[in-house]
């Protein structure tokens, strides 16, 4: 079994972008299909990069004000299929999923909505659901995927691809998987806190 895997297709939802146009030119320049939604996908666009919007696969829009836009079998599957199980692929050809090799994820900033003294409404709409979604299954899939799990790794993920272009091996996905359960650990701590207190 080869640990070896190739970047094909990346999902990137991020709030934060900043940092990001760099991983985007260089995602480019190996060949690398973009899939995303909402301002990130605008943002990608905006750089020059065709991006293939998440509702294209779905044949969903974005929906309940944004709070439903990457929910949904198609894009969990290709994240969570294992590239190498047999169920797994043939599922994958039946239901028509598109693997997903990468996943890129900016969580809402609910600590910084919270000490900015924000509403308790305004507060509630800043607890990210589809990006830590995201952020698990990536890292759940670690034998297949590389997740990136916040801004703090794109230069990880840079330096990782100017050494490697778009191949990882296991212990590459591994590192990036623990960084993501640290950081929904860190996530749900903080929104746990604000509840309780």
Not at 20 to 46: C, H, P
């Amino acid at each position: 079994m080869s640990e070896v895997r190739t970047i094909r297709t990346a999902l990137i939802s991020v709030y934060h972008k900043d940092g990001l146009d760099a991983i985007l030119k260089r995602l480019n320049e190996l060949g690398v299909q973009f899939l995303s939604t909402g301002g990130t996908q605008q943002f990608i666009e905006e750089q020059g990069f065709a991006c293939q919007s998440v509702e294209s696969v779905t044949g969903y829009p974005s929906i309940l004000g944004g709070r439903v836009k990457t929910l949904h079998p198609k894009v969990f599957g290709g994240i969570l299929a294992r590239r190498e199980h047999e169920g797994d692929k043939s599922q994958v050809l039946e239901y028509e999923i598109p693997p997903i090799d990468l996943v890129i994820v900016d969580l809402y900033p609910f600590e910084d909505t919270v000490a900015s003294g924000a509403s308790e409404a305004d507060i509630i709409e800043k607890i990210d659901i589809g990006g830590i979604s995201l952020i698990r299954a990536g890292a759940k899939n670690f034998r297949d995927v590389v997740i990136v799990p916040s801004k703090a790794e794109y230069p990880l993920l840079l330096e990782l691809l100017n050494k490697k272009g778009g191949t990882t091996d296991l212990d590459d996905r591994k590192a990036f998987a623990k960084y993501a359960f640290g950081v929904s650990s860190h996530y749900d701590t903080a929104i746990h806190t604000w509840f309780e207190q």
